[in-house]
């Protein structure tokens, strides 16, 4: 270390170890090293060193550290835990942290004299206000500073308007003159009007008598010569050019000078070490914080709630959470802003706060009557940084106030029309002056504006005449973008991310297309481009409303016709039907979409609106329907020729045919199906689709145990479960709701549907598919219906009954059977009866068990012999199996078993497999008693 900048001994301070601790700027030194250490521990620390070797109870060090808020004890060991795992580290001896249970904590040190003994700092210090409140989270920054300022002769604390770097100064020079002899000189340039006026009010501010008529630099070098100075150049700025040319001088004339500097942007000179200072720390979105202590370990929110409960008493509960990180993170975790936003909060409240904060920063405006003109409100503070640019910088910084997030250099030249090297000429100038954050992820960099500096930029922007020209770059670069983020990536964390950088872009782009004086075309185009983002980021109820809204705003617009918006019907179906369910609305919009699509052979979206409409009517339980648009389906993806197309035409009308009652040629188109899963890779058009992988196998898995073959079913089911969980929630949601999770109920497994129920539950939950998460909670219910014999109390059949569709019934009257349901409608009734479909045969099964416990035996038997038939017909061995043991059951107590006998053994041969399956066994039980 420096010998000039050797710490006194004198200081207020606590020595324990290898340590020092500096009461009133709160740097711990290890060896004379700055060493890093949280805001909260510092507190604590800072506590216990005030008693040294006395045990401080648990309550006062909470109060300590969290003033004013109630924490539990636990966070209170999590945060002495922490801090005694930093000062043990490598120390052989005992711990410096003590605990005596049931009472506190204590510190072992030895305490140096105390303030009567340090110097009297105030002779040696020229220009500097003491703080009046406390720096937080800038503890680390602090470190880094007086490390840098001892290796080198000049730094620069460099970074936008607001973010501290007056404050960090300040509490350095503190910290300093507690610590050394030498003189500080704190210079505050702001007021000057002219860079001439640099030397003299330097001169001034460093006084003396002599050679008061010599230039201002002779002067200044008089003063400094034979004492170490620290020389403070606060808000360098806007007089940068001639501050950075005396600076250079003074250095190279003045061996023990010292220039500690605070600017927008740094000096650019030979010696000088630069500290770029950010926002505050901020805590993430998702997941926000469990609780308010766990909130305040990050500066930002510890330094909005501070301000808040020192100026105005607000107090702060758990609940206050969201919106507090709400607030911080649109702040950026500027300490200007967040101290004006504390201002704030006891007039409109912490939610309306976080709420009135979206768009709009001139809220931010009445700070202190103490700061400076620029610093009342943020407005100013940007203001008067903005001015200081260029024209050229001004006009690009607007421009780019278009991005809501970040940005690439590409990305900027195409909205801006700037010639690349003018471009890279700009941005990197903005960069040095902070305007703009550079952000690096293996090759690529990035860029981005603060928020608050977006903000002040849009709304010139928004007076500009040429802003929609801007607007509609915008939205046409990011259609481009899309289509490669959609292209390379793939639906894993890197991809995902990617598509998350531009999503608020996409929005921002959305809600101009969708205003008047928008693009409409442009704005379609994105809605049908960006439905993979919104499926990846589990988005997809957000992505129906934008998509509904469109509809109702360009369903009258006069430039747009209907091959305009051909593309929307499919788009809605798949993200309303996966989030919401099936839409009254949408389906007169896919009837009308696919004339359309036949009508200009736009064979995509004709293909798109058919797999709508199939899976619509399947839903619906209308088979016959769904078979008719999976047949057209097929035509004209054979007519493609695309491989990926045919795959799924495979799987649709197998899956449309079996549900249809027609079981041998399903099973033909299932076997195809599976055999071109490698084909089946998912392009834009089908990204909303349910993958070829999972899909087919829980398709072909229900068919085969309709035909007796439970064992390969059951595979291919845990198959179709593996291969979801690998790459396709979406599938997966689809096949365990529909194929997978009725299959372990007909099986008998009751433990496995509750588990891929829960399954079901958290991806639905996770990933925004909210129709699929009904489906499970009926599931749910209907294990405890199984279990107990009766309904819970919150049972979710009972409650979604009205609301449900009809293959949805259907799977519920299946796997219910000993149960009456009021869902098997007359016109259930009579369609089975016309044309048996899937579980026509169960259905008429049910109905007799209706009939037998009513005491009808002879319409039992008779409706009994009639399902028999009908799942013989079909091939349905699994329905068939549970007829012929219900009519052995009811023949044996009239004595005529032979018939009865004979009908369970022939069916029983016809089940290949599924010996330890529930129907299988029962089965066998009665056939035995029947011997």
Known sequence: MDDAFQYSERQREVRFGEFRFFFSSGVLLRQDSPVRIGSRARMLLQRLAQSPGETIGYAELISSAWPGIHVDEANLRVQMSTLRRLLDAGSPGPSHIVNTPGRGYSLN??????????????????????????????????????????????????????IGKTRLAVSLCWHIAEADDRRICFVDLAPLGSSDLVPA???????????????????????????????????????????AELANTLLQQAPELRILATSREPFLIDGEAVLRLGGLALPPDDPVPASLAEALDYPAIELLVDRAMAAHGVVFSGQDVPALVRIAQRLDGIPLAIELAASRIEAIGVAALAQALDGQITLLDGG???????????????????DLLSDDERNLLVTLSVFQGEFQLEGAGQVSQTEFESLLRLVSSLVTKSFIIVSRSGQTVRYRLLETTRAFCAARMASRADASEIQRRHAAHLVTELALAIGAGSANAEGNAELRRIAADVRAALAWGLCEGGDARLAVQLIVESGPLWLRLSMLKDYALIIERAIDVFSTHPELDETDLVWLAPSLHKAWYNSLGLSQKVQPMLIRAIDVARRTGNRSCHLDCLWAMFGTRLTQARYGGALAYAREFQQVAEASGDAAQIAMAHRIVALSMWRDGNLSDAARHGRAALRSNAQMTAHVQLDLMYKQGVTSRANMSNLLWLTGQADAALDLAHEAVTVGLSGDLLGLAYGLGMMI???????????????????LMKISSENDYSYWGRWGRTYQSAVHRLRHGAAAPDDAIDAYAAEMDGLHRHILATILPDQPLEWVTQHDAAEVRTAPHWCTAE????????????????????????????????????????????????????????AARDMLTETLGRMSQGAKTRDVRRARRLLAELQ
Do not use: Y
Request: net charge negative; with cysteine.
């Open 741 to 759: 999770i009725p299959l372990t109920f007909w099986v008998g497994d009751i433990e496995q549907a509750e588990s891929l129920s829960a399954l």
């Open 368 to 386: 202190k009557r103490s700061a400076s003109p620029r610093h009342r409100t943020l407005v100013a503070t940007l203001e008067w940084s903005f």
């Open 109 to 162: 040190c030895e305490q140096l004299p105390g303030p009567e003994c340090s110097p009297k700092i105030g002779q040696n210090v020229v220009g500097l206000l003491a703080p009046l409140s406390t720096m937080i989270g800038r503890g680390e920054d602090m470190a880094v500073a007086l490390d840098r300022l001892q290796c080198h002769r000049c730094l620069s604390i460099v970074g936008p308007g607001g």
């Open 843 to 898: 259905l008429q099964r049910i109905a007799a068990l209706q009939l037998l416990a009513k005491g009808d035996t002879e319409g039992a038997r008779a409706q009994l012999a009639f399902a028999f038939d009908t799942a013989r017909g079909q091939g349905a061995t699994a329905w068939a199996l549970r007829i012929a043991t219900n009519i052995a059951d009811l023949e044996r107590h009239s004595g005529e078993t032979d």
């Open 201 to 243: 009010t330097i001169a001034a501010t460093l006084g003396g008598t002599e050679e008061l008529h010599a230039p201002a630099e002779q002067r200044i070098l008089t003063a400094i010569r034979g004492s170490p100075t620290l020389l403070v150049l606060d808000n360098c700025e806007h007089v940068l050019e001639a501050t």
